[in-house]
């Protein structure tokens, strides 16, 4: 007579809710439900981590404050991935950004002609209202050295500086 086997639940575990649990070795953190294992990813794979909370909370077998106290994360991140999951589907998670940032602004051209307005005598006020670049952009660009005052500015605003 043949003997039935059980799957065994690691040492280590910790219980998500009544449903699931997950332990981490190594190399891989795993979560079950009931005795079954049925997801794994490693510790530095955070699209796969947020994928899995979200079909864990989207699927009844846990609640979105089981994922905040078991693994420290904040609600705005879970609603997050949650709303992620529920728009996009999986693909979501792993689909390449787009939109965000569309280059520099002050690209070499800009330099260029900022560069010579400075050359000219112009305050960096009046070259960023010229040239419709922030003020913050003039700061930084000179601050790292890729734009140079000419000398009236510098000691002008050396004298600002000092009153």
Known sequence: MS????PMIP??????????????DDDRWVY?????PIYFHSPDDHKMFKLVISQLIE??????SDIIKTFG???SSVNRALKKYRQGGIEA???KRTG????????????????????????RQNVSEQLEIGKDTMRKAISDGRLIL???????????SAK
Request: glycine share 10%; net charge positive.
């Open 93 to 95: 998670f792993f689909k």
């Open 150 to 160: 000419a000398q009236n500015e510098v000691f002008n605003a050396g004298q600002a």
């Open 100 to 123: 965000g940032r569309c280059g520099t602004v002050l690209t070499p051209e800009k330099l260029e002609q900022a560069q010579k307005l400075l050359d000219a005598g112009l305050t």
């Open 32 to 36: 079950f439900v009931g005795l079954y």
């Open 73 to 75: 994360v904040s609600k």
């Open 59 to 64: 699927s009844g077998a846990c609640r979105h």
């Open 11 to 24: 040492h280590g575990t910790t219980v998500i809710s009544d449903l699931v649990s997950v332990v981490r």
């Open 3 to 6: 003997q039935l086997m059980l």
